[in-house]
């Protein structure tokens, strides 16, 4: 897992997997860091917001929700507009980004037992019913709760 701040996707245009493993290479499997990661989570402590994933880069899945330029189309999501409406202090939330493997550490066994090849959409969607985060309402299985005051 990969942890840093808000506030580094907001000012480093260039942030990428390479600032954090310089020998990244995502398509040769068996090395140290030769895992996409797929699945990224935002969050504030124990307030968890969004969970989402990119098969492609994080980083520039990330950067759409904030309104950079994502295929071919700029807006910004229920995320970015959460971002920015708690500017400064989301600057210091944290995004987290997993592997499928390494969703397996925060999921329950019943939702990846029994498969041979862990897929992204599944360790998604087991994330989104594992952390309950507020703006995924797709596959989020809990009561829905509003945002609490405080961030909206």
């Known amino acids: 897992m990969i942890r840093f ?6 000012d480093e245009p260039e942030l990428n997997i390479f600032t954090f493993f310089p020998d990244y290479c995502s ?3 068996g090395t140290s860091v030769g895992e996409n990661f797929t699945i990224y989570v935002v969050r504030d402590c ?10 492609d880069d994080c980083f520039v899945r990330l950067r759409s929700h904030i309104g950079r330029i994502f295929r071919g189309r700029k807006s910004v ?3 970015g507009s959460l971002i920015q409406r708690n500017l400064p202090k989301s600057r210091q939330w944290s995004v987290e980004l997993y592997t499928n493997e390494d969703t397996k550490e925060i999921i329950k066994m019943r939702f990846y037992k029994g498969f041979s090849f862990w897929p992204t959409e599944y360790a998604e969607a087991a ?3 594992t952390l309950k985060p507020y703006l995924n309402q ?3 299985t809990r009561d829905r709760r509003e945002i609490p005051e405080r961030y909206r």
């Open 138 to 140: 797709k596959l989020n």
């Open 46 to 55: 124990d307030e968890v917001f969004y969970v989402g994933k990119s098969d």
């Open 127 to 129: 994330m989104i019913q």
């Open 5 to 10: 701040e808000v506030a580094r996707l907001l």
């Open 77 to 79: 999501s229920l995320l």
């Open 27 to 29: 398509h040769k499997a």
